[in-house]
């Protein structure tokens, strides 16, 4: 950014990027929680920590690949599911944080049977 002559820069540490998509991810139906992280109801409860749990960012030269681990809830269909998790986070980190996202891979760890 150029203002008045002055050049700064900003700079977005991975942990920012992890829990934006940690929000992202868990806000969507059928997910229970992030592998590693706390289950839906508990997160507004938690502190940041637990929304990056199994999420890890990396920077390559085409853009920030992101790989994150989830656990579905019985009766969603788990393909439909992380496909609506890759565009919530995609959007979320695209309009928020103006960045190229190269890649989302998910790995659904388990599938929650409701009790």
């Given amino acids: 950014m150029i203002d008045n002559g002055m050049v700064s820069n900003v700079q977005i540490a991975d942990d920012c990027m992890a829990v934006i998509a940690g929000i992202s991810a868990t ?3 059928g997910v229970s929680h992030l592998s590693g992280g706390m289950t839906k109801s ?3 409860f938690m502190e940041t ?3 990056k749990k ?3 960012i990396e920077k390559t030269e085409n853009g920030i690949e992101i790989k994150l681990g989830v656990v579905i809830k019985q009766g969603y269909d788990i393909q ?3 496909t609506l ?3 919530k986070i995609l959007e ?3 309009s928020m ?3 190229e996202v190269s890649s989302i891979d998910i790995k659904v760890d388990d599938v929650k049977v409701s009790e």
Avoid: A, K, M, R
Wanted: hydrophobic share 40%; charged share 15%; aromatic share 0%.
């Fill in 85 to 87: 998790i890759q565009e």
């Fill in 49 to 51: 920590n637990s929304l």
């Fill in 97 to 99: 944080l103006d960045i």
């Fill in 27 to 29: 806000s969507v139906e």
């Fill in 54 to 56: 199994g999420i890890s």
């Fill in 42 to 44: 508990i997160l507004p």
């Fill in 80 to 82: 439909s599911t992380c």
């Fill in 92 to 94: 979320s980190l695209e």
